[in-house]
């Protein structure tokens, strides 16, 4: 399970790249993966720093840390 997660990150990782920034719900369509492996592959990304939330009205985006 842990390399599923570590490859789902990856392809966060690669979706984010190439765009700005994602709502939560847009994730798991950007990757092609359910909901709940895409969220965990998020978390993971989030522990590491490498990803930030931004909340705008009543959606979460989600962008490469730059920093």
């Known amino acids: 399970m842990?390399?599923?997660i570590g490859m789902?990150?990856?392809k966060i990782w690669?979706?984010?790249s190439q765009k700005d920034s994602a709502t939560l719900s847009q994730?798991?369509?950007l990757i092609?993966?359910?909901d709940?492996?895409?969220y965990q592959a998020l978390g993971w990304?989030?522990?590491e720093g490498k990803i930030e939330y931004l909340t705008q009205g009543n959606?979460?985006?989600v962008s490469i840390n730059k920093e």
């Open 2 to 4: 842990k390399e599923m």
């Open 8 to 10: 789902a990150a990856g």
């Open 14 to 16: 690669e979706a984010l």
């Open 27 to 29: 994730i798991p369509k």
């Open 32 to 34: 092609g993966e359910k």
């Open 36 to 38: 709940s492996l895409a």
């Open 45 to 47: 990304l989030a522990r």
């Open 59 to 61: 959606k979460t985006l």
